[in-house]
Structure formats: structure tokens, C-alpha cells
């Protein structure tokens, strides 16, 4: 699925339904955590980029500028993922108590902490 997404991208350029497609990845799975073994087009968007990791931040935020709560829990998923992984631990639990204060039952705030 992540290989699909990220082909998509690539050639659309759409952050929007990454963003929406990782996210539900993310909560459901299944999900390849060695990224060092999945190879994936560096064209188009992906050009330049380290990892996967590195579009979260703007797929974030391409769901919450469409607003509503459901963009904004998945954009926070993105977002705690994204911190989680380019190891800033400490801000991913500052971010994820943040999330837990609007929305008590954010699964993946939880995961984080």
C-alpha cells in the first residue's frame, strides 16, 4: 500500500490523498517499517526527498486545510508519525498530550505516548 501511495504521488502530486491514504495505513495497517527495502520512485514530487517521512509534514497540512475533525485526526496521526520518526520523542509526546487534551480517544496519540 505505502509503495502504491507513494507511486501516486509521485506522478500526481496530490498530498491530499497521500496524506488520507497514510493515515489510514498508519491506524490499520499493514505497514513495512524497513523503508530500506521498499523502493520507490524518486521522480516528480518524491525528487529530492530523503524518505517517505520527509512528505508528512505537508500532507498534514493539506488535510487540515480541508478542516473537519476527521482531517484533523488524521493529520495529527501524520504529524506524530512524522515526529516519532525523525527522532524527536519528546516533542511527538508533547504533540500527542496535545491531541489527547482535543480528542481523548486518539488512538494514535496513545501509541506515541
Known amino acids: 500500500m505505502l509503495y502504491k501511495l507513494l507511486c501516486e504521488v509521485s506522478q500526481d502530486g496530490d498530498l491530499y490523498k497521500f496524506g488520507t491514504g497514510m493515515a489510514h495505513v498508519l491506524l490499520n495497517g499493514p505497514f513495512i517499517y524497513n523503508e530500506h527495502h521498499l523502493p520507490y520512485p524518486k521522480e516528480g514530487v518524491l525528487s529530492g526527498l530523503d524518505?517517505?517521512?520527509?512528505?508528512l509534514p505537508e500532507a498534514a497540512q493539506a488535510l487540515k486545510r480541508r478542516g473537519g475533525a476527521s482531517h484533523i485526526n488524521r493529520a495529527d496521526v501524520l504529524a506524530l508519525e512524522?515526529?516519532?520518526r525523525s527522532g524527536h520523542?519528546?516533542?511527538?509526546?508533547?504533540?500527542?498530550?496535545?491531541v489527547l487534551q482535543r480528542q481523548s480517544e486518539h488512538t494514535y496519540a496513545c501509541v506515541i505516548l
Open 51 to 55: 524518505s517517505w517521512c520527509s512528505l
Open 89 to 98: 520523542s519528546e516533542e511527538a509526546a508533547t504533540y500527542a498530550r496535545e
Open 82 to 84: 512524522h515526529l516519532a
